[in-house]
């Protein structure tokens, strides 16, 4: 057997390719790195200026333990 079918074929009749499963594993790495990129995005955001309607500026930060203050 090549290495890609020996957890394929073990008693079962089994149609997976070794293209399938890069193809899968592929699909995940994507998955996480959009949820990664998102994440940083996210952050950016809470990070910013916000101004009041009476004037004020408040700026908000994300605090370590996941908890957003604005001052």
């Known amino acids: ?7 394929c074929n073990q008693g079962r009749n ?3 390719t070794c293209h399938q499963r ?6 995940w790495f994507l998955l996480f790195a959009a949820l990664y990129f998102l994440g940083h ?11 009041t ?4 500026v408040v700026t908000c930060r994300p605090l370590p333990n996941g908890t957003l203050v604005c001052i």
């Not at 057997?1 to 957890?7: A, D, L, R, V, Y």
């Not at 309607?53 to 004020?56: E, L």
């Open 53 to 56: 309607p009476d004037g004020k």
């Open 22 to 27: 890069s193809d899968r594993w592929f699909r």
């Open 14 to 16: 089994c149609t997976c």
């Open 1 to 7: 057997m090549n290495g890609c079918n020996e957890n």
């Open 41 to 51: 995005m996210v952050y950016a955001l809470a990070d910013t200026t916000v101004f």
